[in-house]
């Protein structure tokens, strides 16, 4: 109980606070052209839901619940289908990542940390220099979301499907159980969703029970 009442203040908290900074850990060659080729990939998009039903079924629920964050619905559906698109596009549970921006930027499209990290899900510049073209925006949607998914599922890897792992090295807090306990929290009481269509590499993201 203690728990739950703890993580229930945690997650009242300003969004920002919490938003950390990944640190930079040199890449191999292999690595950092696997990434490259993700960010940058321009290919026509493919359908990320499995049918026109589930697509608004989705949308429809997820809009609800984020209707006092974005009110504006046309930016909200937008936003929407980009988190869905992204997020599956690099194995992540949808909803995983909006537990994400929830904790690192509270919906904020040009949140920007102490450390300077931005955008919905906190990335750090170094990543556009890294992995990237000198001409992409942190700010705007579609590559802030390109280049969190991306760089979390890198993380998912390098701990082999370890959620918790990865989370504290997308926050720099490798180790710690706060910044992993509060996005997985968020995940669980306000984002979850079933859905059977999850990839088995998606679904390797799961929270135990």
């Known amino acids: 109980m203690r728990r ?16 950390g900074a990944q640190l930079y850990e040199p890449l191999s060659d292999s690595v950092r052209a696997a990434l490259y080729k993700s960010v940058s990939d321009s290919a026509p998009r493919r359908p990320s839901f499995s049918s026109p039903v589930e697509e608004a079924n989705w949308l429809a629920e997820m809009s609800h619940r984020m209707e006092k964050r974005i009110p504006d619905r046309t930016t909200r559906l937008d936003f929407l289908r980009a988190v869905h698109y992204e997020a599956s596009r690099a194995g992540l549970d949808p909803q995983l990542v909006l537990g994400l921006i929830q904790v690192e930027s509270g919906f904020k499209k040009y949140s920007v940390s102490s450390a300077g990290a931005r955008g919905y899900m906190q990335v750090m510049p170094f990543w556009v220099k890294l992995i990237g073209a000198s001409d992409n925006n942190l700010f705007h949607i579609r590559t802030n979301l390109r280049y969190g998914c991306t760089i979390l599922r890198h993380y998912l890897d390098i701990e082999r499907g370890d959620l918790y792992r990865a989370l504290g090295r997308y926050n720099g ?18 984002w ?6 999850r990839s088995a590499s998606s679904r390797s993201t799961q929270p135990a029970s």
Not at 8 to 14: A, E, G, K, M
Not at 173 to 190: D, K
Not at 192 to 197: C, E, F, G, N
């Open 173 to 190: 807090s490798l180790g710690r159980p706060e910044y992993p306990t509060l996005v997985v929290g968020a995940w669980r009481n306000g």
């Open 4 to 19: 739950l009442i703890a993580l229930s203040l945690l997650l009242l908290l300003p969004a920002a606070a919490q938003a």
């Open 192 to 197: 979850s969703y079933p859905d059977r269509s």
